[in-house]
């Protein structure tokens, strides 16, 4: 399981050019630093878990109809905090395929996010027969499957789509002409569906890779060291956003204004 930070603008970080051009326009909706969070999580037989997605508001609004196979929440401060992680293991986890009948105990890997760690979800993480596997800091490109090779691609797919969606004219104008973010409905519906579309031997692959699920005669060692597409992600917010040396600056920085300010700003076509 990882948490990780998004955007409402997903430009490259590639662009075609002339040579020698020293200023290079690229077509955005102003939303490059508009955060909100998206969670992941797998299973090492490559069963991908429901993603959840947090903006940072209030409340949701009630007329909006999102869309199924994912869960969204809101949050004052868009990230996911104790309460989130108590919520996440108990709907997701638990609610994974075979958990209820079987009732075995599981491994969970994740980050030192200090939402991670503390004594309430170490005592519901036993509850449930959970044992946790935190990984120590600076560690996660190393061993976080999703870190390593699940977060990038996904992020990918999420990125292709909002460049297509930007080509395709379909964005809102404010009354001044300018564009407007995709909604918050458009981009849950990105996000599980760039989710789903991560091939399922990918995720088998990544644990490998890992070292977690390898078979235990060493026949699979060699995953470790295999120099192939599996390129960790490389979001500049994703090492320092959900650790435990984030600092209320830092994250307020990130996670600067609500989606609702900017809706409360829309003033028609």
């Known amino acids: 399981m990882d948490e990780t930070p998004m955007t409402f603008d997903l430009p490259s970080n590639r662009t075609v050019a002339s040579l020698g051009d020293k200023t290079v326009l690229l077509r955005t909706t102003g939303n490059e630093k508009n955060h909100f969070t998206v969670v992941l999580s797998c299973l090492a037989n490559g069963t991908k878990l429901r993603p959840v997605i947090i903006f940072k508001r209030k409340t ?3 007329k909006v109809n999102f869309p199924p ?9 868009g990230w996911m905090d104790e309460d989130g992680t108590k919520k996440w293991l108990e ?33 519901l993480a036993k509850s449930s027969q959970v044992t946790l596997a935190v990984i120590p800091g600076g560690l996660t490109s190393v061993l976080q499957p999703l870190d390593v090779c699940l977060n990038k691609p996904f992020k990918d797919r999420v990125r292709k789509m909002w460049c297509e969606w930007m080509s395709s004219g379909q964005a809102r104008l404010t009354k001044g002409g300018n ?36 078979a235990m005669d060493g026949s699979e060692d060699s995953a470790l060291y295999e120099d192939d597409s599996c390129d960790s992600d490389d979001c500049e917010l994703c090492d320092n956003v959900y650790d435990d040396n984030l600092t209320p600056a830092t994250a307020e920085a990130l996670f600067g204004h609500t989606d609702e300010e900017e809706e409360s700003s829309f003033e028609g076509f």
């Not at 196979?69 to 401060?77: D, F, G, M, S, Y």
């Open 91 to 123: 709907e997701v986890w638990n609610g994974r395929p075979g958990a209820a009948l079987k009732k075995k105990p599981s491994l969970l890997v994740w980050d030192m996010f200090r939402a991670h760690t503390s004594d309430d979800i170490k005592i």
């Open 60 to 62: 949701l609004p009630k």
């Open 69 to 77: 196979r994912i869960t969204v929440r809101a949050h004052v401060k």
């Open 179 to 214: 564009m407007m973010k995709p909604d918050i409905e458009l981009i849950a519906k990105w996000v599980r569906d760039a989710w789903e579309e991560i091939p399922e031997d990918m995720v088998k692959h990544a644990f490998k890779k890992c070292g977690i699920s390898n």
